[in-house]
């Protein structure tokens, strides 16, 4: 493991903030400076700021009820992020699958590395679930344009549509999680996306958690 990803895991920072603090010379490997990129042994004593750093034994993950206008990163730039709403002994953990600033629901939070990669690789294929709501009525001709499949920048993208409301309510059913991609699908047929929420992610499911709260999961 480097030491980066080392201090980001025992410590909650980024790993961006890890190197920085590694270049400043905060950090120590078995009393010596610690240089960035170097690689860290399990017999190896790590110190930040003089504190012995340990990585957690015990895998934690979280689901919270994101709520719009949080920034899913420690480093919000301005902006409120996710760790703003939970304790300080839960900073280490890392969001799966990141919801946008005008996105809400459900977010996992994780230290489960293996976990993480089951949620997010394509191979494993987990469905997600998100209400959306438009700006203007879905068209028939769009609507089997999108489950037919939308070209994008970064390919084509395809995702099933179940009407709620009305025709500018609609239930997605999809298996990928590209950057943006609902929004994007929607905007190249010309619609806006006023709002956005997930539900479910794999296995993991909203229910009635309220917003901005969140619970332990095993």
């Known amino acids: 493991m480097r030491i980066n990803q080392y201090i980001a895991t025992a410590s909650g920072i980024s790993r961006r903030a890890a190197d920085r603090a590694i270049i400043a010379g905060r950090v120590y490997i078995n009393d010596r400076v610690a240089t960035v990129g170097q690689l860290v042994e399990d017999s ?3 110190k930040f ?6 990585l957690p034994h ?3 993950t979280l689901i919270m009820n994101k709520p719009v206008g949080y920034v899913c990163s420690r480093e919000g730039q301005g902006s ?8 300080v002994e839960f900073y280490r953990l890392k969001s799966v699958g990141r919801l946008d600033k005008d996105s809400s629901g459900l977010l ?3 230290d489960d590395g293996q976990l993480a990669n089951r949620l997010t690789h394509p191979g494993f294929a987990k469905q997600k679930i998100y209400t959306v709501t438009l700006n203007h009525p ?3 001709d769009d609507h089997r344009k999108i489950e037919h499949g939308v070209t994008l920048e970064d390919g084509d993208s395809a995702f099933k549509l179940k009407k709620l ?3 500018t309510s609609w239930e997605i059913t999809m298996h990928e999680g590209r950057n943006r991609q609902i929004r994007r699908t929607f905007a190249k047929l010309g619609y806006d996306t006023l709002a956005l929420k997930r539900l479910s992610f794999g296995d993991y499911f909203l229910n009635d958690l309220a917003v901005g709260s969140f619970k332990i999961v095993d």
């Open 165 to 167: 409301n009305d025709d």
């Open 108 to 110: 996992l939070l994780t």
């Open 80 to 87: 409120r992020t996710i760790y703003d709403l939970i304790p």
């Open 138 to 140: 879905l068209k028939g």
């Open 44 to 46: 190896h004593v790590i």
């Open 58 to 60: 015990q895998t934690t």
């Open 49 to 54: 700021d003089g504190e012995e750093l340990t």
